[in-house]
Structure formats: C-alpha cells, structure tokens
C-alpha cells in the first residue's frame, strides 16, 4: 500500500499480562493499563470518561456498551466485535483496529490521531463532526457509513467499500479514494475540490456537473 504519510504505530510493551475488564470497577477513576484483554464479552457496561493505555483487546465482544468520552492511547483491538458501540467525543490516538466488527459503532465528536481500521467491517459507523489527523482505512467496508462535517487532514481510503457514504459537509482536498469501490457518494461537487480518484470515478462524478462523457472510439 502507497501511502504519502507514515501513521505512529501504537506502543505497547511486549510481556503483558492478562486481565478482566471488571478490573477498571476497583479504582475510584476507570483506567485500564499495560495488560491483554482476551476471549472475553464485555455485555451492557456504561462507563463515561475511561482511561486505556497500552492494552491489547483480543477476540473481545463489546454488546451494547457506551463508553462516550474514552481516551485511547495506544491501543489495538484485534478479531472484536464493537458493533453499535458508543465511542463518542473520545480521543483516540495511535490505536489500530484489525479484523473488527464496527457495524452501527459511533465515533462522532471524536478527535482521532494516528489511527488504522485494517479490514473491518463498519457499515454505518457515525463519524459526523470527528477529526481525522493521519487516520488509513484499508480494505475495509464503511457502506452507509456517515462522515458529516468532518475535518480530514492526511487520511487515506485504500481499497475499501465506500458506498453511499455521506461526506456532507465535509471536504476531500487532498484524501486519495482512487482504489476504493462505490456505486454513490452523498457528496458535493465543491467537497471533491482536490480529492484524488479514478480515471472511472471521474467519469461517474462528471454526471454531477450534468456533463455527458462521449467516447472516441
């Protein structure tokens, strides 16, 4: 994958130790540090202002949970489901998702810095009103996914599922779509300012401008 920037990958020390979620209900502030979080579900918990550092969630299943106002940090999620998870008006710096389910999941008001969703599946994610600094999407699926009134600065689509996403609001000078699958976008001729696409994108959004493309052949 070509990539015009460099993401901060997250750091996390090599030997840590297993823990359980519940862990957090111990202290008299929810903080989370140092540690793997694996095989588990996490069912029904509402915790507004956690702390997680250095931590690893493996194969964990979060069922209707709202953690609004999180700070990640140095973090990945690894084989999890998140789907309808409330993550709003977190801050989530260099965290990675790989291989997650993210269905429903809401992200908006969310500052998100270093950050990569690797082959996840986020079909109607919210992320109205979120900035993005150095945030990659790869070969993932974000159908119907709602990108309102965002602030994009170095982020990259790479061959992922982007139909009938919703940039309303939201302008993609400088964001590389190019290798991405689409039937529709909610967007505006003016959003596209500077935006990178195909050679076919292009001739799709020229219907926008109500222009008639003629082959030569």
Do not use: W
């Not at 140092?34 to 550092?53: F, G, M, P, R, W």
């Amino acid at each position: 994958m070509s990539q015009s920037f460099k993401i901060e990958l997250p750091k996390i020390f090599s030997d840590l130790e297993k823990a359980n979620f519940q862990d957090i209900f111990y202290d008299e502030d929810p903080y989370l540090s140092n540690c793997i979080i694996a095989d588990t579900v996490i069912n029904k918990e509402v915790v507004e202002k956690l702390v997680v550092s250095k931590v690893i969630f493996k194969n964990a299943k979060f069922i209707d949970v709202s953690f609004r106002k999180i700070d990640l940090t140095d973090v990945i999620f690894e084989n999890c489901d998140l789907s309808n998870a409330n993550l709003s008006e977190g801050i989530i710096h260099r965290v990675n998702f790989k291989n997650c389910k993210l269905l429903g999941s809401d992200f908006s008001e969310a500052n998100l810095g270093n950050v990569s969703f690797e082959n996840c599946i986020a079909n109607l994610c919210n992320f109205a009103v979120t900035r993005f600094k150095q945030v990659i999407f790869d070969n993932s699926i974000l159908q119907s996914a709602n990108f309102y009134d965002c602030s994009l600065n170095k982020v990259k689509f790479y061959e992922s599922d982007i139909n009938d996403v919703d940039f309303s609001q939201t302008s993609l000078k400088g964001i590389d779509i190019s290798t991405c699958n689409f039937e529709k976008l909610n967007v505006s001729i003016e959003s596209l300012n500077g935006c990178e696409v195909s050679t076919e994108q292009a001739i799709g959004f020229a219907s926008l401008l109500g222009l008639k493309v003629k082959s030569l052949n």
